[in-house]
């Protein structure tokens, strides 16, 4: 964008605060604008025909949440809920297509992140029907550790229940409890109430890739 866009876009936008669990916006729910990630996590989920749900994405700090929906004028096709407190800028509808019609370059970013999004939703697709549970639950803590770090005491610094990880590998939450269970005894990880330290990283990622 131009500077001059930035400041037409930026000057409609407003800050939105949620607390931990509360609703963003929910799966089926016509959007007005666009969420921008300040600070904070959310999950990105959808129901499915059983009401178990399936969580697709974690969203951090620099994530766009609902633009396809908007883009497309489509109903939202998840439900996005604050895993901790969050701060988001909302940037309505209007300048967003406003911006895409008038700037070619800005439509072509935007597609490029969509399908930046296609992709990542590929790589769900063929973990879930490839992997196992145990290689997926692996794979999660090596991922909550990439992408979102260690507190000072070397425990996984984005703490999710045991059913919020069961929803993340497509599993049932007993069954997360047993893996979970297992890795300590393999001393691969450690466990204080819902927080969990990765021990042996190296033995965790042969594990996820069936070394």
């Known amino acids: ?45 959808k129901l499915s025909p059983n009401g178990k749900d399936q969580i697709v994405k ?17 109903i939202s096709n998840l439900s996005a809920v604050a895993l901790n ?6 940037i309505p509808k209007n300048a967003i297509v406003n911006t895409l019609n008038a700037n070619p370059n800005f439509a072509v970013e935007v597609l490029r992140h ?15 029907s490839q992997k196992t549970v145990k290689q997926r639950v692996a794979e999660a803590f090596i991922y909550l550790k990439n992408n979102f770090g260690e507190d000072k005491n ?17 599993t049932a939450s007993e069954s997360v409890i047993r893996i979970i269970s297992e890795f300590k005894k393999k001393g691969l990880i ?22």
């Open 1 to 45: 964008m131009s500077k001059e866009e930035l400041k037409k876009v930026s000057d409609t936008k407003t800050t939105k605060l949620f607390k931990k669990g509360e609703t963003i916006f929910e799966e089926n729910e016509k959007l007005n604008g666009v969420f921008c990630v300040r600070n904070g996590v959310s999950k990105l989920s």
């Open 190 to 211: 450690k466990t204080f109430g819902k927080k969990v330290a990765i021990v042996d990283p190296q033995s965790l990622n042969n594990l996820a890739e069936a070394i």
């Open 85 to 90: 407190d969050m701060e988001a800028c909302f």
């Open 114 to 128: 969509m399908a930046h999004d296609l992709k990542e939703a590929d790589d769900v697709i063929v973990n879930m």
């Open 154 to 170: 070397g425990y996984l610094a984005l703490t999710l229940s045991r059913e919020d990880i069961a929803n993340v590998v497509g």
């Open 58 to 74: 974690l969203a951090s700090k620099g994530a766009v949440l609902g633009q396809r929906s908007v883009i497309v004028e489509e």
